[in-house]
């Protein structure tokens, strides 16, 4: 944004963020930052959108110099998501109206304000939800707001729409200008790079990679200014195998299309504190990781570091003196470049999946709105659920449930949901199809199917997906980052050994295996606190098997994804994946090592390992790989 347009309108363009310790009525962003615009500013808009136009009426005739377009750069990143500007209540009040059909009265009982007499007696009354009494303000941990749940919801998929038509606006004037050049969009498609951390933004990718941009793109970013340590592999391969499913599907397999890596970390990185070096051949390893979970294109960010600026300890292949061609980083790049040309056949095949993870956008959006633990975070119960998979060399796709109709459950042996305490009609009975009728593998989190669209409790005692795992959630309790672990006990002598002693953090639900179901229902994992859980003889983790090699698992608690291990190998040999997917030599150790076998395009099989340690390695398979090494080999017969 120019000074002159930033001082001239800023009453009309900036956005407000929950930045101020009076609470949500913040200040402005200062001059001299990015993204300290609004997303409903008509002001700011009109004049983004005079520069995308000049600039598409100009290149797009000129395919010889454009590849392709990109709109923005990472939507939402940084705050911006949250806007409690002027202009965002004005849209927010438009929103609501068009979304109540000008009802006050149904808004009003869809959001329960008759509780605490919150009724509203016109949409112009409606404020944005800021700070209350009780609350917490912004400085006291983030957005923070003791509003209607409903009000709460509404707001984030009305941000996640906000983002969305912004972002649509480009995209149009782009298309128009194709239009008028006679240029097809195939020859220069549009795309936005994603930043990570989106299930902790009020944002939804899925609602422009799949319904108007062209082709996926993500800035890959296992470590950043402040990180101790990079992300655990397993984190990453599960954010990468998300952002392959924001994507069209490849209309030539049951698969998800390819994405590009518009900006791969290859040098130290931070704006004023710079984080953790990747270590040489580590940015090796996390492009390999790219390619191996379907990038089909990939840069590094970036080619030089800059001399000045506020990204200058942003380093790239090249430091800012270093002479060009030379170099430890420069040689890391020709590395990655090599094993993509060597495996081109492989990297652009179709990546076939046969385990899930399915996540309910409007499900995140509630638990940004009440947490309810002080210790959760949705990406770490989705990671909870993937990790054991991973540790077993599974490929997963990553989607949300909005992709149903076009991706039916029927192509997956097992779904992951974790923490699904907003269930759609539709994916309800998707589900009871899935282990009932097809004898598919499901995996349930805490807290699960207990709130129904309006973010309101249902009266549902148990919940549909409990019931079909066989218990019923009997009593449950929020365990805040400083209290101590819920201590477990395992319970099942054929998934670990018997009398193992483990913790749980986050949440327990106290599990009861219910009569009708209890002779295919056993627990896996006991409650070993004599006062309470323990005392009561409830399990933190079941496992229903039925007749119809159908299952269920209860995740009741936040224990140790590593500990899930040997549940996910019997819920894989249970439905026949282990041979099926050439990965007969069960776990994957150590830890640190990633293995996946994937298909190329004439159908050859390949197995890819990568070595996300410091130490060299030696797989199950004999072969010894180096730190930060990938080794891809053909299976053999």
């Known amino acids: 944004m120019p000074s002159w347009l930033y001082n001239a309108y800023a009453d009309e363009i900036a956005q407000v963020g929950p930045d101020s310790p009076n609470g949500y009525a913040g200040k402005y962003a200062a001059f001299g930052g990015r993204r300290q615009y609004s997303f409903n500013s008509e002001v700011y808009r009109k004049y983004a959108n005079r520069v995308v136009k000049q600039l ?22 940084e705050g911006s998501d949250l806007d409690f500007s002027q202009m965002a209540l004005e849209a927010w009040r438009v929103w609501l109206k068009e979304k109540y059909d000008a009802d006050i009265d149904d808004l009003n009982s869809q959001w329960g304000t008759i509780f605490w007499g919150a009724n509203y007696g016109s949409f112009e009354e409606i404020s944005l939800p800021s700070y209350t009494i009780p609350g917490a303000s912004a400085a006291m941990g983030g957005f923070r707001s003791i509003v209607s749940p409903g009000m709460l919801l509404d707001y984030r998929r009305f941000r996640a729409d906000s983002i969305a038509s912004f ?49 996926v793109s ?45 900006e791969q970390l290859i040098g130290a990185q931070g704006h004023d504190i710079i984080g953790f070096t990747p270590r040489p051949d580590q940015a090796v390893a996390w492009s390999a990781q790219t390619l191996a979970h379907g990038a089909d294109s990939l840069l590094f960010f970036r080619f030089r570091a800059a001399a000045f600026g506020q990204e200058e300890f942003c380093y790239g292949i090249l430091d800012q003196s270093t002479p060009l061609g030379t170099g430890r980083k420069w040689n890391e790049a020709k590395k990655v470049f090599s094993l993509a040309r060597e495996h081109e056949k492989l990297w652009l095949a179709p990546l076939v999946a046969r385990v899930a993870v399915v996540y309910d956008t409007d499900n995140i959006f509630a638990w940004q709105a009440q947490p309810q633990s002080t210790a959760f975070d949705f990406t770490d119960e989705a990671h909870r659920f993937y990790h054991p998979f991973w ?32 269930l759609s009609d539709s994916l309800r009975e998707e589900l009871k199809s899935f282990v009932l009728d097809d004898g598919g593998s499901l995996w349930v989190g805490f807290r699960a199917d207990i709130k129904v669209s309006t973010n309101s409790q249902m009266r549902t005692d148990p919940s549909f997906l409990a019931k079909l795992a066989g218990v019923s959630v009997t009593e449950f309790e929020s365990i805040n980052v400083g209290m101590p672990a819920s201590p477990l006990q395992s319970a099942s002598t054929t998934l ?110 390949w197995v890819i390992q990568i070595n996300h340690s410091g130490e060299l390695v030696k797989s199950s398979t004999g072969v010894e790989i180096p730190p930060f090494g990938v080794v891809v080999e053909p299976v053999m017969e």
């Open 218 to 262: 993500y800035d890959n970013y296992p470590v950043w200014g402040g990180s101790l340590e990079p992300e655990a592999p397993s984190l990453v391969a599960m954010q990468l195998d998300m952002v392959r499913c924001w994507g069209r599907r490849r209309p030539d397999s049951n698969s998800f299309g390819g994405f590009t890596i518009a």
């Open 167 to 215: 972002a649509g606006d480009q995209v149009r004037i782009i298309s128009e200008a194709q239009e008028a050049a006679s240029i097809p969009r195939s020859s220069q498609e549009i795309t936005t790079n994603s930043p990570g951390g989106v299930w902790g933004k009020a944002m939804n990718p899925n609602l422009f990679f799949n319904e108007m941009l062209d082709f």
């Open 496 to 605: 670990n050994d018997n009398g193992t002693n483990a913790s749980g953090s986050v949440w327990r639900d106290g599990l009861s295996i219910i009569d009708e179901t209890c002779d295919e229902t056993e627990s896996v994992w006991d409650y070993a606190d004599d006062e309470f859980f323990g005392g009561l003889g409830l399990s933190a983790i079941t496992r229903r098997q039925l007749s119809n090699v159908g299952e269920v698992v209860y995740v009741g608690n936040g224990i140790d994804p590593e500990l899930l291990v040997p549940l996910a190998t019997a819920s894989l040999d249970r439905q026949c994946l282990q041979n099926q997917c050439r990965v007969n030599d069960g776990v994957i150790d150590p830890q640190s090592l990633e293995r996946i076998v994937r298909n190329d395009m004439e159908g050859n099989a």
């Open 56 to 77: 598409a009426d100009r290149y797009a005739s000129r395919t010889d110099l454009i590849h392709s377009w990109q709109v923005d750069n990472e939507l939402g990143h």
């Open 391 to 422: 540790r077993n060399g599974m490929s997963v796709d990553v989607f949300s449930s909005e992709r149903l109709v076009e991706v039916p459950l029927s192509n997956y042996d097992v779904i992951l949901l974790p923490a699904p305490m907003m």
